[in-house]
């Protein structure tokens, strides 16, 4: 019972998670847009940067972007903050009921470094926070004054972040840690620096003076940040569904190349809204594709050929060992009542009927067994891959 509850939590907190992730992603999407499609010629408004005329759903809309705020305070201002708080608490709760409480399947893996669930709990915490912490401090620094240098020295940080994580948890473990401390600075971006920020302006219009431009300068960059990041941190959320990314022994480099994949693509995406000349922003198509073009080289199998043939029996007993607890009909492990994606492994008929799903997930990606608990070796992997070949 309690392992179906902790199914149906991890659920229902994984489609909160999306839909106030879409709501936030949306909203950034749409104001990245917005500000880029602003007329700033033709009359205007006193204190108006541009306007736009935009139609959806059936109806005309007519938006005016003020550079520092409105001479006069509406009285109701429509914020865009939950999404983003909503969208990080939910990712923590996720991190919470999939991560800390199975850590032996899914944080640690023995072979890259024996951890127990409580430091691999306090390394989680402690990264992400000191991981903020940097982030924070680069962009108040001297450094925040020069955008291409900050983003450089962000890009670093991400990737130090990677080399870290694929060192000390399981590949999912790792990328699944990169996008949930990039996720985290971008929701404390809007939490502690874009919404204080704005709230000083519209206290400073409360009070009768002009807003300092400063604040709202500083907004816009937290926010492109964000907006450049959006891209690489849905791939690295989705990740743990493809155990292939985090293969490569430096999969490191794989996370370097979502990053450039994701935020030329963003900045190609953003570009089009501005309605710039192709031939300004043109050169972020073959740049997004030629790194996913290298990202799928490096992450493509290498198995060696050869060695002795493999009985049935010794496939079998491999599996017994290593699989069987969870993927029987009746499995023996605490975390499972049934065998996870109905993958049986309990005959020799099972193994053929699985043998291209065994091949990629314990052979090709090591994916499994899941947080590798029976340590199964390499040696293991190999024997079981030459009798899966064998089959053909
Ligand atoms: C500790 C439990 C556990 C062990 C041991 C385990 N698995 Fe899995 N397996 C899982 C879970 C959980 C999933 C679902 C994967 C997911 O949600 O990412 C899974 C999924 C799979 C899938 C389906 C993948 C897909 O996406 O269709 C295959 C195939 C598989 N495992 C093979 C194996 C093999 C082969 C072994 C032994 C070498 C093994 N597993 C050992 C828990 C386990």
């Given at each position: 019972?309690?392992?179906?509850?902790?199914?149906?939590?991890?659920?229902?907190?994984?489609?909160?998670?999306?839909?106030?992730?879409?709501?936030?992603?949306?909203?950034?999407?749409?104001?990245?847009?917005?500000?880029?499609?602003?007329?700033?010629?033709?009359?205007?408004?006193?204190?108006?940067?541009?306007t736009?005329?935009?139609?959806?759903?059936?109806?005309?809309?007519?938006?005016?972007?003020?550079t520092?705020?409105?001479?006069?305070?509406?009285?109701t201002?429509?914020?865009?903050?939950?999404?983003?708080?909503?969208?990080?608490?939910?990712?923590f709760?996720?991190?919470?009921?999939?991560?800390?409480?199975?850590?032996?399947?899914?944080?640690?893996?023995?072979?890259?470094?024996p951890?127990?669930?409580?430091?691999?709990?306090?390394?989680?915490?402690?990264?992400?926070?000191?991981?903020?912490a940097?982030?924070?401090?680069?962009?108040r620094?001297?450094?925040?004054?020069?955008?291409?240098?900050?983003?450089?020295?962000?890009?670093?940080?991400?990737?130090g972040?990677?080399?870290f994580?694929?060192?000390?948890y399981?590949?999912?473990?790792?990328?699944?840690?990169?996008?949930?401390?990039t996720?985290?600075?971008m929701?404390?971006?809007?939490?502690?620096?874009?919404?204080?920020?704005?709230?000083?302006?519209?206290?400073?219009?409360?009070?009768?003076?002009?807003p300092?431009?400063?604040?709202?300068?500083v907004?816009?960059?937290?926010?492109t940040?964000?907006n450049?990041?959006?891209?690489?941190?849905?791939?690295?959320?989705v990740?743990?569904?493809?155990?292939?990314?985090?293969?490569?022994?430096h999969?490191?480099?794989?996370?370097a190349?979502?990053?450039?994949?994701?935020?030329?693509?963003?900045?190609?995406?953003?570009?089009?809204?501005?309605?710039?000349?192709?031939n300004s922003?043109?050169?972020?198509?073959?740049?997004?594709?030629?790194?996913?073009m290298?990202?799928?080289?490096?992450?493509?199998?290498?198995?060696?050929?050869?060695?002795?043939?493999?009985?049935?029996?010794?496939?079998?007993?491999?599996?017994?060992?290593?699989?069987?607890?969870?993927?029987s009909?009746?499995?023996t492990?605490?975390?499972f009542?049934?065998?996870p994606?109905?993958?049986?492994?309990?005959?020799?008929?099972?193994?053929?009927?699985?043998?291209?799903l065994?091949?990629?997930?314990?052979?090709?990606?090591k994916?499994?067994?899941?947080?590798?608990?029976?340590?199964?070796?390499?040696?293991?992997?190999?024997?079981?891959?030459?009798w899966?070949?064998?089959?053909?």
């Amino acid at each position: 019972m309690e392992v179906f509850l902790g199914e149906w939590a991890n659920l229902l907190i994984r489609w909160m998670h999306m839909i106030v992730g879409i709501g936030w992603i949306g909203t950034s999407f749409y104001f990245m847009a917005l500000d880029y499609s602003l007329n700033k010629l033709g009359q205007k408004n006193p204190g108006v940067l541009g306007t736009a005329w935009q139609v959806h759903g059936g109806g005309f809309y007519y938006v005016e972007k003020y550079t520092v705020a409105p001479p006069q305070l509406p009285e109701t201002l429509h914020w865009f903050k939950w999404e983003a708080y909503l969208t990080w608490v939910s990712g923590f709760g996720l991190l919470i009921v999939q991560y800390y409480l199975h850590a032996r399947s899914y944080l640690i893996d023995p072979a890259v470094l024996p951890l127990e669930p409580w430091q691999a709990i306090a390394i989680s915490l402690g990264s992400i926070l000191v991981g903020w912490a940097i982030y924070e401090g680069l962009c108040r620094s001297p450094i925040g004054q020069n955008a291409t240098l900050l983003a450089l020295c962000f890009f670093a940080l991400i990737i130090g972040a990677a080399v870290f994580y694929t060192h000390v948890y399981s590949g999912r473990g790792a990328f699944l840690h990169v996008g949930a401390l990039t996720g985290s600075i971008m929701a404390t971006n809007v939490f502690a620096v874009i919404v204080p920020n704005q709230k000083k302006m519209v206290a400073a219009l409360i009070r009768g003076e002009t807003p300092d431009a400063y604040y709202g300068m500083v907004g816009k960059q937290r926010s492109t940040h964000n907006n450049y990041l959006t891209l690489p941190v849905l791939l690295m959320m989705v990740s743990p569904h493809y155990p292939f990314l985090s293969s490569h022994p430096h999969a490191w480099m794989v996370v370097a190349l979502i990053l450039i994949a994701g935020a030329t693509i963003r900045h190609y995406l953003n570009r089009v809204d501005a309605g710039d000349d192709w031939n300004s922003y043109g050169w972020a198509a073959p740049v997004a594709i030629g790194a996913l073009m290298i990202a799928i080289f490096i992450t493509a199998p290498r198995t060696k050929e050869g060695g002795a043939a493999v009985a049935d029996a010794e496939a079998l007993a491999i599996t017994h060992k290593h699989c069987a607890m969870c993927h029987s009909a009746k499995p023996t492990h605490v975390a499972f009542q049934e065998a996870p994606k109905n993958v049986t492994l309990d005959t020799v008929a099972d193994l053929k009927k699985y043998a291209a799903l065994i091949y990629l997930q314990a052979v090709q990606n090591k994916a499994m067994p899941l947080g590798n608990e029976t340590a199964m070796t390499d040696d293991e992997r190999e024997a079981l891959g030459r009798w899966v070949k064998a089959l053909k």
